[in-house]
């Protein structure tokens, strides 16, 4: 008797935590609301930085080609 007593107290329990299990929709749609919130900002200063790094690129050849038209001209003067 006690035996059956304990398989049926250990069924229900296992019926009873699986549907107590599992996130709902609204928890679902909450962490992709902020997931999207946190990529939306992390797109916008990675834009940010790709900008200012093509800046400092261009500003590094332009001061490249000024060495190198300096280097030229004290050649060839």
């Known amino acids: 008797m006690n035996k059956y007593l304990i398989l049926l107290i250990d069924k229900?329990?296992?019926h009873h935590q699986s549907?107590?299990?599992?996130?709902?929709?609204i928890e679902l749609l909450v962490v992709i609301i902020i997931l999207g919130i946190l990529a939306s900002?992390?797109?916008s200063s990675m834009l940010n930085m790709?900008?200012?790094a093509r800046?400092?690129?261009a500003m590094t050849n332009v001061n490249y080609?000024?060495?190198?038209?300096?280097t030229y001209y004290a050649e060839n003067t």
């Open 65 to 70: 080609c000024q060495k190198e038209q300096q």
């Open 55 to 57: 800046e400092t690129e």
């Open 41 to 43: 900002i992390s797109f």
């Open 12 to 14: 229900s329990y296992k």
């Open 19 to 25: 549907k107590t299990s599992g996130f709902t929709l």
């Open 50 to 52: 790709i900008s200012k």
